[in-house]
């Protein structure tokens, strides 16, 4: 990494401040001694509570997100060596998706650290999966520059392996589900459509509705457009008739 290049810890800030502190904790849960804290206390930085934009966590969670993107598919690789590629690519899309994040996130408690502005403190950020998730790739991306791919690798299999191991088939999410389906009676693609979204911009939800020709519509609401429409077809799953 280039000298002067923000994702580098500041010369002279190695040393936990007050406020740093708290995170040691974080650090244990992570299973990581960290040389430069800096690192992790801008993976949980908010934002909002940081004016200076190159020092939230954002361009850490670009890195992270690369980061566990890599670890997850050399395990998949690993553990299934005579799967193809295409069951491969559905346990990884499945396995790096926001939710996944947010559910490792809420495990290790990450909202607890998060460094937030009191306004998005009040608003619920700390439980908002959203930025749960974005933050988990940064604290990855922190790891990694820290203690390397080792390191990041580590953490990544303690909390990803478990998930991995829950069903030995290939996932199958509901969309692709619900457009075989149709597809198998040679009717139109199901149709989404979003007809409403809600809440705070950090942590929006949106309600969307499912269309097959043939069949009532469902509809189903989530914190991603994704997210809903994953559960829209899964309440259409259920609705036709055996």
Known sequence: MAAGDPLRPAAGRDRMSEPDRDLSHLAEVLGHTFNHPDILRRAVTHA????????????LEFLGDRVLALAVAEQLLDRFPHEREGAIAKRHVSLVRRETLADVAHTIDLGRYLIVSRGEDDAGARASDTILSDS????????????????????????WNPLLEMDHRPPQDPKTGLQEWAQGRRLPLPVYTTVEQTG???????????????LAPQRASGKSK??????AAAAMLEAIPQ
């Open 48 to 59: 909002s509570a940081e004016p200076r934009a190159w020092n939230a966590y954002e361009r």
């Open 136 to 159: 988990m790739e940064a604290v990855i991306a922190a790891l990694y520059l820290d203690g390397g791919l080792a390191a990041a690798q580590k953490f990544i299999l303690k909390h």
């Open 200 to 214: 705070p911009a950090h942590a929006p939800e949106f309600t969307v509705e499912v269309v097959v020709e043939g």
């Open 226 to 231: 994704r997210l809903a429409e994953q559960l």
